[in-house]
């Protein structure tokens, strides 16, 4: 009896380990993993001419009162953090006076022309509209 | 005269003197029975830039470079909760009076009174203006606000609402003055135009604020602004005004329209009858005054349609000038345009700078005016005369059809430039020769001079803008600048940085052709697609930054603090400002290379006191040593040196000020952005640090 149970604790043991290893081992997937895709980015290029690009500029550059959405300042807030910071912020917050109108495909479209125009790569899966699938995916400014 | 009377004579002249003395001399503070006025000399902040100078300048010294790294956050107030939504984008600088802190804050534009000791609550105010905050052109909680008082117990609040309202206040209680405009309130888009004397609709006319009304004794000057975009649609808006009030009870004294009607010196230079249909050229940054001399200064901004004026031929007077008015009348005393025919979206940013100096042995009143462009453009601020000469020299042509632009522009000669305003082959990327090689090669698409004010262009397939350096961001923006009195020394951040790609898209041009905008000139809120305007521009990187890796195209330093000496019209010092951004100091492209500090992109404004220059970095960083966050700095007023830092979880968004209260000095500054939302931080020396006084300092 003694034997057998500690058998099963030795058995219970190594699984657990062996599910932490695999968790482990799975890589957090970030903005180098190719997590938009192309004809998103479009959708969202076009949704950002008609609600961002009035303020923020063509392409994301800047405008007087509007901060770049590309370039170091914007790279340096968003790096370490998430995906669904950068969804969450835009979909609380933007565009002034009217937040909150946009859904939330819409802001999915948007941030993944954002990513787009920071250059990350595109991939074969649209960016979710899930905030808390997101907060998943981490921004790196470099590519680790 | 009988003898009694022969005696009291003297006796009586003593006493009438005496009176006299009491009466005429209101501004004398601690005198009993006299009008008592706050002043930086008391350790107060009553005013956004510490007084009606412009100055940004206190005499505090208990704060220096022997204790400043020893600052610790006495007390932080954060903005989540005053409006609707959390705010990222705190612009404002709080005043003290009386050991009360007053500050604007929250996306709903609200008034608060603090305990400037702890940051307590004492009082809040906010005003839901429905539809006409929403659609209003300048939304969230501004710059700041103003303080009035009569010397005597009342005393004021003074600030500009979103949707474009004159709300005094009552300082000690936060509730409206009743007999104040009506019940506390002027609505300040009453009696404001469009076209020849269109009034505008209440809710949705484009005219607004962020920037704090001017208050010089019993007078409350109040600017305008319209919305900020440089791919504007519409040749038509609302034209921009200044107007003074009277503080007591609102009512109005003077007006003065900053685009001269027909009959009105100046009206020539809009040409085939623009000066109807244009708009904007408001004065959307902070003003100054010089109270002896009774005038005011008003930095004029640009005029409809940033980047492309076929619809307004001429030199548009008074779109991007300085214009000195009478305090009392209004009346024009004199101008300087700084760009003539404005399409670089060149706006006179920061309050004008109220200097006292001594030049070739002389005393002179000079006013200076920074700008975007880099230059400190310095006048006798009675006269309107250049201290140093300002020719007119000649400056690229414009091939945009219908452009005319200006054959030349003045180019200050004194003192030299505090920042860059173009890019210099000298100044192109160098950190290694295959970065160089790309950044020229990149350029060859572009129109590229060694010369500010280069126009736009359509691009056509090769050439894809013109290159010009500062012209939306600045150099200075609305931070503005600042001085110190005690040695007529100009200082300043500036983005030394910002190289844009000007241009005008061919759909743009389209919208704005002068035969297109013709047959139909509205302004926005008649358009059908208002509040869903589209813009124009690419839709991808440009090929200027192309294959640089996130670089910026120009050499360091990205960002500078600069000083003037305005008794010699030279440089005093220009050092770089903020630590190397994450993206160069990691970069890739630059692995194994010792780049020394670069400063960082971005505008913040600054605070000058007994000794140093205070402002914080633009940028996030997350240098090794310490956690990801942004520095506030303190340099040596005199050399430049950095003397001390303490760290912020978040960028500096608003100018700081500083203040004492029971013998300790405190700095507030706002920060926030990225993901951190926005709050006013408030540090001082702890309180074991500090030396025993038992007088306040």
């Known amino acids: 009896m003694c034997d057998r149970s500690i058998l099963v604790c030795c058995v219970a043991v190594w699984g657990l380990s062996s599910v932490e290893f695999v968790l482990r081992a799975q890589p957090t997937p970030s903005v180098w993993d190719g997590v938009y895709t192309e004809p998103q980015a479009a959708r969202g290029a076009t949704l950002y001419e008609k609600e961002c690009g009035q303020c923020h500029g063509p392409g994301g550059t800047g405008g007087g009162m509007a901060p770049a959405l590309v370039g170091p300042s914007f790279s340096a807030n968003y790096d370490g953090q998430t995906v669904g910071d950068l969804f969450d912020r835009n979909r609380t917050t933007m565009p002034p006076g009217k937040e909150g109108q946009l859904n939330g495909q819409e802001n999915a479209d948007i941030t993944a022309y954002v990513l787009k125009v920071n250059q990350f790569p595109a991939g074969q899966g649209e960016l979710p509209s899930q905030g808390m699938v997101l907060k998943g995916i981490q921004y790196l400014a470099f590519k680790p | ?697």
Request: glycine letters at 10%; hydrophobic letters at 35%.
């Open chain 2, 1 to 697: 005269m009988p003898r009694t009377v022969s005696h009291h004579v003297p006796a009586l002249l003593l006493l009438a003197a005496f009176v006299a003395v009491l009466q005429f001399s209101p501004r004398v503070s601690g005198q009993t029975g006299g009008p008592v006025f706050p002043s930086t000399d008391n350790g107060e902040w009553p005013h956004y830039s510490g007084d009606v100078k412009g100055s940004r300048y206190t005499p505090l010294d208990q704060i220096d470079a022997t204790n400043f790294n020893k600052l610790e956050v006495a007390w932080r107030l954060k903005t989540d909760n005053l409006g609707p939504r959390l705010e990222f984008k705190l612009e404002g600088t709080p005043l003290m009076v009386k050991d009360v802190i007053y500050a604007v804050g929250g996306t709903r534009r609200a008034v608060v009174a603090l305990d400037a000791r702890t940051g307590e609550q004492k009082w809040v105010y906010s005003l839901d203006e429905g539809r006409r905050a929403e659609v209003a052109p300048r939304k969230l909680s501004g710059r700041g606000l103003s303080y009035w008082t009569d010397g005597r117990g009342d005393e004021r609040i003074v600030f500009v609402t979103i949707g474009y309202r004159l709300v005094e206040l009552n300082a000690k209680t936060g509730d409206p003055i009743p007999s104040f405009g009506k019940n506390g309130m002027i609505d300040l888009k009453e009696g404001v135009v469009y076209m020849k004397d269109k009034r505008i609709p209440l809710e949705t006319g484009e005219i607004g604020t962020h920037s704090t009304p001017l208050v010089v004794k019993d007078t409350i000057i109040v600017q305008s602004s319209m919305a900020e975009g440089l791919r504007y649609e519409f040749s038509v808006n609302a034209k921009g005004l200044v107007r003074a009030f009277d503080a007591r009870t609102g009512k109005q004294i003077w007006r003065f329209n900053t685009i001269p009607y027909p009959g009105e010196p100046g009206n020539e230079t809009w040409e085939n009858g623009s000066w109807e249909w244009t708009g904007n050229v408001g004065v959307w940054t902070e003003m100054s005054a010089d109270p002896e001399a009774g005038l005011v200064y008003l930095p004029v901004e640009s005029p409809t349609i940033d980047i492309y004026g076929g619809n307004r031929p001429g030199e548009n007077l008074y779109a991007e000038s300085l214009v000195a008015v009478d305090l009392k009348t209004g009346k024009k005393k004199w101008h300087f345009q700084f760009v003539h025919h404005p399409i670089w979206d060149y706006d006179t940013v920061g309050a004008p700078l109220i200097v006292d100096a001594t030049i070739d042995g002389k005393p002179r009143k000079l006013v200076a005016q920074a700008s975007k462009q880099g230059w400190l453009y310095v006048f006798d601020r009675l006269t309107g005369e250049p201290i140093w000469p300002m020719p007119e020299r000649p400056v690229p042509q414009s091939n945009v059809p219908g452009e005319k632009t200006s054959p030349t522009q003045p180019f200050p000669s004194k003192p030299p430039a505090y920042s860059r305003n173009f890019l210099a082959t000298d100044d192109v990327i160098d950190f290694t020769p295959a970065l160089r090689a790309q950044a020229l090669e990149n350029l060859k698409k572009y129109h590229w001079e060694q010369t500010p004010f280069v126009p736009a262009v359509i691009p056509d397939g090769k050439i894809f803008g013109a290159i010009n350096v500062a012209n939306t961001m600045g150099g200075v923006n609305w931070p503005g600048s600042g001085f110190d009195p005690e040695t007529a020394t100009f200082y300043t951040q500036a983005y030394n940085s910002q190289v844009s790609a000007t241009a005008i898209s061919a759909d743009y041009f389209k919208v704005v052709d002068p035969a297109v905008q013709a047959k139909h000139r509205i302004p926005i809120w008649e358009s059908e697609h208002f509040g869903k305007e589209e813009s124009f521009g690419s839709r991808g990187p440009t090929p200027l930054t192309e294959g640089l890796g996130g670089l910026p195209i120009v050499k360091p330093p990205y960002g500078v603090i600069s000083a003037i000496d305005l008794n010699q019209g030279t440089l005093a010092f220009q050092v770089p400002h903020g630590d190397t951004p994450d993206a160069v100091r990691n970069s890739p492209l630059l692995k194994g290379l010792d780049i020394p500090k670069t400063g960082q992109q971005g505008i913040v404004g600054i605070v000058v006191t007994k000794s140093l220059v205070i402002v914080g970095d633009p940028m996030l960083t997350a240098p090794p040593g310490r956690p990801r966050g942004a520095m506030l700095r303190a340099y040596d007023k005199k050399t430049g040196a950095e003397v001390g830092a303490v760290w912020m979880p978040a960028p500096q968004s608003g100018n700081p000020m500083t203040y004492m209260v029971d013998g300790r000095q405190y700095i507030i500054v706002a920060i926030g952005g990225g993901t951190y939302s926005s709050e006013y931080i408030a540090f001082a020396i702890p309180q074991s640090e500090l030396k025993r006084t038992t007088d306040r300092e």
